[in-house]
């Protein structure tokens, strides 16, 4: 079992898994902005997948420099298998607990 | 904030092992949304993201740290320094975290103090530390003539040479390896792109070679170049005008530029940074294309000498060399026109002469001052942090009772000064950023300020100027100025720190154990160590007000002197026809027009033409003498005068008054008789009790040594500078003597920076490529003039107010605190009959001794320390009576305010609440 997620790691780990291989800090960040409408620092997210990959959920590669990030590196990261039960389970969880009171939620 | 500092701020507060990426990714960004969004968004972004880095970086690290030791026993604790070291870091960081606020604030108060002294600094180390951007710099000297100064008989100032002479000194000269002149000149660009008015200097062939600089490509000018007259023109351009006005055009050298309406080709283009000796040269000509004339005017003096010395000459040597060499000099070419005996030069070492004495002075000042208030600043936290300490005596206490050394005691408060003044510092470092970013808008024009004012009887030295140019590009961060934060930022951790730890060292633990851990014992006198430390800052605050108000003095006394015309509603501009396309028939139709079109102007009062604005640095001088007299004498005996290009209408437009006979009038043209006008000082100081109006005169320039006739007597008007005295002045008519550089003056009633462009216009309408320049209102050439003063008075004013409400804050923390300490005292005294008068009394009378010692020592060093300032001050002296007593009663009803808050709460004590505590 694995422990559970905090709600900023799920929206990293969900960000990965719509970006698909290959996505990166800037990414990541792009896509929780858009997507949940939240202003996060690049290196919040960094922070996050670096104790994600600590506990096993991701795994990181770094990339080849670029001209246009002044010859620095990517760090690429993937999604674990152990990540994704983990993403499963959160998602079960909160499927479970909001189940048949969706129409409430939005009028809270 | 600007971009390179925010990723700067970005990489220190990420972990190193994640800095590539963060910082990549953060440029990635930056540059994506700047192509969504524009500039303007893609900062804010990452301003916004900067913040939201800082605000989480303590806790991201800490994040970091806990998942790579996710079970880590803690560790067993052992002796050695480096571990007790870490383990009172992590205490101190454990307090901080409990304390937020008091950590801020006093974080905050040290970023203020160590930032304003970085800023400072910078900019000192900038003007008088740094080494010249020169290969071996300490052998450059500049070589000047020296002149018998007029305004102080017996003494010498420091001039230029004129072209034969230097060829004379060149020639005979053998101290120096390498030797060249230059001058400062105003050029006009045109031809490609814009007409554009630059800075460029005059130089022979060796200047680069003098200074250690090779044209980065092309080549410097060749011996043809600079001394004979007919040479092909040739040019060389600055680095930042390549690529500002030619793109970097790899091909620009055998390109054509016009200079002044002349063709030149560049021959070379200079290293990146380099503006010439003037400190803002864009473009660089020879001699004899640019002032072919002067080739064989040996009185005509104009250019500075800069040279190499060999390495085996001393520099004693060499100056005592150049003085044999410049009498050699004097006596080989006679004079003829100007001047008086006695000529001759001296050698200076270029760092001796890179910024004159007033602004060395005045930096000097100001970083005392700087000093003064981060003292201030330290006194405030040393009595924050031993009033910390005092609620931890039983912390401490019991420390030293299991066995602490006093040792580790002492060395845990130091750690806290430390910190806090390692967080100060690194705030400081950006309030410095800010500071700086800000600095640019207190410097001058800088075409100002190579003509300022300097005080009266040490004139500028005219080649030198450029050195001065404190421009903000200089003063930056360099390894020195931050390695002199962090010296300052030690050097203030001990000093906050003293107090606090030499009270824990003295504690017994027994006595605080005893009683309970209250903070009672300890002598308990109102008096204390603190008190004295809030006497030393109100002596410190007292220091820095005196100099501030003496400055702030001085201003006003500026503002009052009048320059003799009325700035308000005045515009001037700048007018130069180049000689090649304009004789004097078509540059006198020129003006004519120009005059008719503005004075057409809505809005337009009036509208004249003059040679020289005032308050500019001083005009142009010449020798006057009486008929029968055919020249003049050469011996001293003929007065020196100023003279004045003007139009008839010029006195009316500035607001000069006509005292006795007529102004000049359109009758007074080339073929009438020639006319003159004279000022008061003129006519004061050379017709002594009489009339001057109608006698008959010679002056050395424009045509008039065959004579004319004074018409009219004219109010007075500063042209030098605000603080110099006006000195004889004659006005002759632009019609009957023809000049090309100009300056328009337009009286308007409306703003007058609203009408120039519609002034541009007008002069384009005419000639669409004369550039304009100048372009300024007399209220800021009147601001420009006194702008030493003026930042001087801002900066010393500024650092005042800093300084005394540190210190109010001091008097208020000190005066509560000892109330609450004295709660049961008080108690008891209500107790006993005494009403909230006498308890108030009992309070503030402490105040007021603290506060009279204070302004006592205060007033003592500060009768000391303002001799310094004597030379930065104008119409008022350093020891100012009503400038002392004014801010010594403007500090002590400020110290009373800061300790009647305290006083009153003392009132508000219950006797029975107190006593019962006890």
């Known amino acids: 079992m694995a422990q559970p997620l905090g709600e900023f790691e799920q929206m990293v780990l969900l960000a990965l898994v719509r970006l698909g291989p290959g996505a990166y800090g800037a990414t990541v960040r792009r896509e929780i902005q858009m997507r949940a409408r939240r202003e996060v620092s690049i290196s919040a997210v960094y922070t996050t997948l670096e104790r994600l990959e600590q506990k096993g959920l991701v795994r990181s590669r770094i990339g080849e420099p670029t001209p246009e990030r002044g010859g620095r590196r990517r760090r690429h990261f993937d999604l674990l298998p152990l990540g994704a039960r983990s993403l499963r389970e959160a998602y079960t969880a909160l499927v479970g607990m909001t189940a048949g009171i969706e129409g409430r939620l939005k009028t809270l | 904030m600007r971009g390179r500092l925010a990723l700067v701020v970005i990489r220190l507060a990420t972990p190193r092992a994640a800095r590539e990426w963060v910082v990549g990714d953060t440029v990635e960004e930056f540059q994506r949304i700047r192509e969504a969004l524009g500039d303007r968004a893609a900062r804010a972004w990452l301003r916004r993201e900067t913040w939201r880095v800082l605000a989480g970086a303590p806790r991201h690290r800490l994040a970091v740290f806990r998942a790579a030791r996710p079970l880590r026993p803690a560790r067993n604790r052992g002796d050695g320094p480096v571990r007790d070291f870490i383990q009172d870091v992590r205490y101190t960081l454990r307090l901080f975290g409990r304390a937020p606020a008091f950590t801020t604030i006093a974080a905050a108060t040290l970023a203020l103090g160590i930032g304003a002294n970085t800023a400072i600094f910078a900019a000192v180390n900038a003007v008088l530390f740094r080494s010249l951007p020169f290969a071996d710099a300490h052998r450059l000297m500049l070589v000047h003539m020296t002149v018998p100064d007029r305004d102080q008989p017996g003494t010498f100032r420091e001039g230029v040479w004129s072209y034969p002479k230097y060829r004379t000194f060149e020639t005979t000269q053998h101290v120096f390896e390498e030797i060249a002149f230059f001058a400062g000149r105003d050029l006009d660009l045109s031809g490609s792109g814009e007409p554009q008015r630059v800075r460029g200097e005059v130089v022979t062939e060796r200047y680069p070679a003098v200074l250690g600089i090779t044209p980065v490509s092309g080549r410097a000018f060749s011996h043809d170049e600079v001394h004979e007259a007919g040479t092909p023109a040739a040019a060389m351009i600055s680095h930042g005008l390549w690529i500002r006005r030619f793109g970097g055009d790899p091909g620009v050298v055998g390109r054509q530029i016009q200079v002044n309406a002349t063709p030149y080709t560049v021959v070379g283009v200079l290293p990146p940074g380099f503006r010439g000796l003037i400190g803002n040269a864009d473009v660089w000509v020879p001699l004899a294309a640019f002032e072919p004339s002067q080739l064989d005017e040996a009185q005509s003096h104009s250019y500075t000498i800069?040279?190499?010395?060999?390495?085996?000459?001393?520099?004693?040597?060499?100056?005592?060399?150049?003085?044999?060499?410049?009498?050699?000099?004097?006596?080989?070419?006679?004079?003829?026109?100007?001047?008086?005996?006695?000529?001759?030069?001296?050698?200076?070492?270029?760092?001796?002469?890179?910024?004159?004495?007033?602004?060395?002075?005045?930096?000097?000042?100001?970083?005392?001052?700087?000093?003064?208030?981060?003292?201030?600043?330290?006194?405030?936290?040393?009595?924050?942090?031993?009033?910390?300490?005092?609620?931890?005596?039983?912390?401490?206490?019991?420390?030293?009772?299991?066995?602490?050394?006093?040792?580790?005691?002492?060395?845990?408060?130091?750690?806290?000064?430390?910190?806090?003044?390692?967080?100060?510092?690194?705030g400081g470092l950006l309030v410095a950023a800010v500071l700086l970013g800000g600095a640019a808008m207190l410097l001058p024009d800088s075409d100002v300020f190579f003509r300022s004012a300097v005080a009266p009887g040490r004139p500028r030295i005219a080649g030198a100027a450029g050195l001065?140019?404190?421009?903000?590009?200089?003063?930056?961060?360099?390894?020195?100025?931050?390695?002199?934060?962090?010296?300052?930022?030690?050097?203030?951790?001990?000093?906050?720190?003293?107090?606090?730890?030499?009270?824990?060292?003295?504690?017994?633990?027994?006595?605080?154990?005893?009683?309970?851990?209250?903070?009672?014992?300890?002598?308990?006198?109102?008096?204390?160590?603190?008190?004295?430390?809030?006497?030393?800052?109100?002596?410190?605050?007292?220091?820095?007000?005196?100099?501030?108000?003496?400055?702030?003095?001085?201003?006003?006394?500026?503002?009052?002197?009048?320059?003799?015309?009325?700035?308000?509603?005045?515009?001037?501009?700048?007018?130069?026809?180049?000689?090649?396309?304009?004789?004097?028939?078509?540059?006198?139709?020129?003006?004519?027009?120009?005059?008719?079109?503005?004075?057409?102007l809505p809005g337009v009062e009036a509208a004249a033409l003059g040679l020289c604005p005032p308050v500019s640095g001083g005009c142009n001088d010449t020798l006057m003498w009486f008929p029968p007299q055919a020249g003049p004498r050469h011996d001293g005996s003929d007065p020196v005068v100023g003279i004045h290009w003007i139009t008839p209408d010029y006195l009316r437009t500035l607001g000069v008054r006509v005292l006795r006979g007529r102004n000049f009038t359109e009758h007074d043209r080339a073929e009438q008789p020639r006319v003159?006008?004279?000022?008061?000082?003129?006519?004061?100081?050379?017709?002594?009790?009489?009339?001057?109006?109608?006698?008959?005169?010679?002056?050395?320039?424009?045509?008039?040594?065959?004579?004319?006739?004074?018409?009219?007597?004219?109010?007075?008007?500063?042209?030098?500078?605000?603080?110099?005295?006006?000195?004889?002045?004659?006005?002759?008519?632009?019609?009957?003597?023809?000049?090309?550089?100009?300056?328009?003056?337009?009286?308007?009633?409306?703003?007058?920076?609203?009408?120039?462009?519609?002034?541009?216009?007008?002069v384009r309408g005419l000639d669409p490529a004369l550039p304009l320049s100048e372009v300024k209102t007399m209220d800021e050439r009147v601001a420009d003039a006194m702008w030493r003063t003026r930042v001087g008075a801002w900066m010393l004013g500024g650092f005042a107010g800093l300084a005394l409400l540190l210190t109010a804050i001091g008097v208020f923390g000190v005066m509560a605190q000892a109330v609450t300490q004295r709660t049961a005292e008080i108690g008891i005294r209500?107790?006993?009959?005494?009403?909230?008068?006498?308890?108030?009394?009992l309070v503030l009378v402490r105040v007021a001794a603290l506060t009279a010692a204070g302004i006592g020592s205060g007033t003592a060093a500060a009768l000391g320390l303002t001799r310094f300032m004597r030379t930065l001050l104008y119409g008022v002296e350093p020891g100012d009576p009503m400038t002392f007593v004014s801010v010594a009663a403007l500090l002590g009803l400020i110290a009373l305010a800061a300790g009647y808050f305290p006083a009153r709460r003392a009132t508000r004590v219950d006797a029975m609440e107190a006593l019962r505590a006890e």
């Open chain 2, 306 to 426: 800069v040279a190499r010395r060999r390495p085996e000459v001393s520099e004693q040597a060499a100056m005592a060399a150049v003085e044999v060499l410049g009498r050699q000099v004097d006596a080989a070419h006679a004079r003829r026109d100007v001047g008086m005996p006695g000529w001759a030069a001296r050698a200076n070492s270029m760092y001796a002469s890179r910024i004159d004495a007033d602004i060395r002075r005045a930096a000097l000042v100001l970083l005392g001052a700087v000093g003064f208030v981060l003292l201030i600043a330290c006194v405030n936290l040393t009595n924050l942090l031993a009033a910390r300490a005092m609620a931890r005596r039983r912390e401490v206490a019991v420390r030293v009772a299991i066995g602490a050394g006093r040792g580790r005691i002492v060395r845990q408060f130091f750690v806290e000064g430390l910190l806090l003044a390692a967080l100060g510092a690194i």
């Open chain 2, 468 to 600: 001065t140019r404190i421009g903000a590009s200089m003063i930056g961060f360099d390894r020195v100025t931050v390695l002199f934060t962090a010296a300052v930022a030690l050097l203030t951790a001990m000093l906050v720190s003293l107090l606090p730890a030499a009270q824990a060292s003295m504690l017994r633990p027994v006595d605080v154990l005893k009683s309970g851990g209250k903070a009672v014992a300890a002598g308990g006198r109102w008096i204390d160590t603190r008190g004295v430390l809030v006497t030393v800052q109100i002596a410190l605050a007292l220091v820095l007000l005196t100099g501030a108000g003496l400055m702030i003095r001085s201003t006003s006394r500026l503002l009052d002197t009048g320059i003799g015309v009325d700035p308000s509603g005045l515009l001037t501009v700048r007018v130069d026809l180049p000689r090649a396309a304009y004789d004097s028939a078509r540059g006198q139709a020129f003006h004519a027009q120009l005059l008719e079109r503005i004075r057409a």
């Open chain 2, 676 to 762: 003159l006008l004279v000022n008061e000082t003129a006519a004061r100081r050379i017709w002594p009790g009489e009339d001057p109006v109608g006698k008959r005169v010679s002056v050395g320039q424009g045509g008039f040594h065959v004579g004319a006739e004074i018409i009219g007597v004219v109010s007075d008007v500063r042209y030098r500078a605000i603080e110099t005295a006006p000195i004889p002045d004659v006005y002759v008519p632009l019609a009957q003597s023809y000049q090309s550089r100009m300056r328009l003056f337009v009286r308007t009633r409306l703003d007058p920076a609203s009408l120039a462009p519609a002034v541009a216009r007008e």
């Open chain 2, 830 to 841: 209500i107790a006993l009959g005494a009403g909230s008068r006498d308890v108030l009394a």
